[in-house]
């Protein structure tokens, strides 16, 4: 079973940036599409990236322009680059597989909050 381990979460002000990163363990990492979830408090998850095997990285309209999936099968790794971060964009970060894939335990996530 692959596990998912978010880190690179933390305080930043309003226009900053941060690189979320997502270890996976195990060797089926490379034949799933990959996603980056958040979770609001009291809302629901919510996918916000998506970076398939074979096709276009796709992204939630509120991202868009400002977050940068990609991915490294080499290191079994995940990334978000979130640039220009607003108030709405705290939320815990997960990694999981794409909503077409089976779904893999969740991580523990990583938090970011934006602030000022």
């Known amino acids: 079973q692959v596990q998912l381990v978010e880190s690179g979460g933390g305080l930043v002000q309003p226009g900053g940036s941060l690189r979320l990163s997502c270890a996976a363990s195990?060797?089926?990492?490379?034949?799933?599409?990959m996603g980056w979830y958040r979770q609001a408090p009291g809302k629901q998850r919510e996918l916000v990236a998506l970076i398939p095997r074979d096709a276009d990285t796709r992204y939630a309209d509120s991202v868009k322009g400002r977050f940068t999936i990609s991915r490294d099968n080499s290191k079994n790794t995940v990334y978000l680059q979130m640039n220009k971060l607003k108030f709405e964009d705290t939320a815990v970060y997960y990694c999981?597989?794409?909503?077409?894939?089976?779904?893999?335990?969740w991580g523990q996530g990583t938090q970011v909050t934006v602030s000022s």
């Open positions: 999981n597989t794409g909503p077409e894939n089976p779904t893999l335990d």
């Open positions: 195990g060797s089926s990492f490379k034949i799933y599409s």
